[in-house]
């Protein structure tokens, strides 16, 4: 199974101030077709999770600019830039180039 | 507006069964692959199992595969999850979202395993 490890942040994190949360796989997610197989959700307190990037660097539809994704094969980046209220919650990664799917473990996000 | 609707939830013993439906609206349904995602109690989220487009296809985790089983109506646009043989392990809100992009999700459904 394809290990995805994720980072902590050091909350809270002051507001306006800019995030990075970091993802690792256990193996590359970057497919033959040039596509790297990496998503970005975004679970907010007592809600589902929500998409935010895919394909590793895609906004989806809907989500502010502020969300960038980048990264290589297996080390990824989430950034936030200028942190707000909203953005509180979980972060996720998650890799959908094989089965098992996977996630990482998560990272709290906490505003101050 | 696409809406993922969950339903068949519960509180049931070990060794019992339980049946999930979710009720898909606002797309074409019967384009799409759909998957069920779990999440137990203060933990992470665990991919559970994922149906092909057609049903023609599914694959699990290998932790349910032989007690869950993944169906789809299509003329209905309604999920389904059969779960048999249910362990305490499996106590968790279970959400149904559209493959693979998983850019849409249910609210969940609460499924509790216990004597």
């Known amino acids: 199974d394809i290990v995805m490890t994720q980072g902590a942040l050091p909350n809270p994190v002051p507001s306006g101030e800019s995030a990075s949360i970091t993802c690792q796989s256990s193996k590359s997610l970057l497919h033959s077709n040039g596509k790297t197989y990496l998503n970005w959700y975004l679970q907010r307190p007592g809600q589902s999770p929500q998409l935010l990037i895919y394909w590793m660097s895609t906004r989806a539809s809907g989500v502010s600019d502020r969300f960038s994704g980048s990264g290589s094969g297996t080390d990824f980046t989430l950034k936030i830039s200028s942190v707000e209220a909203e953005d509180v919650g979980v972060y996720y990664c998650?890799?959908?180039?094989?089965?098992?799917?996977?996630f990482g473990s998560g990272t709290k996000l906490e505003i101050k | 507006e696409v809406q993922l609707v969950e339903s068949g939830g519960g509180l049931v013993q070990p060794g019992r069964s339980l049946k999930l439906s979710c009720a898909a609206s606002?797309?074409?349904?019967?384009?799409?692959?759909m998957a069920w995602v779990r999440q137990a109690p203060t933990k992470g989220l665990e991919w559970v199992a994922t149906i092909s487009y057609d049903g023609s296809s599914t694959y699990y985790r290998d932790s349910v595969k032989g007690r869950f089983t993944i169906s789809r109506d299509n003329a209905k646009s309604t999920l389904y999850l059969q779960m048999d043989s249910l362990r305490s392990e499996d106590t968790a809100t279970y959400y149904c979202?559209?493959?693979?992009?998983?850019?849409?999700w249910g609210q969940g459904v609460m499924v509790t395993v216990s004597s």
């Open positions: 998650q890799q959908f180039l094989e089965y098992p799917l996977t």
């Open positions: 606002g797309f074409t349904f019967s384009n799409y692959g």
């Open positions: 979202a559209r493959h693979r992009l998983f850019d849409y």
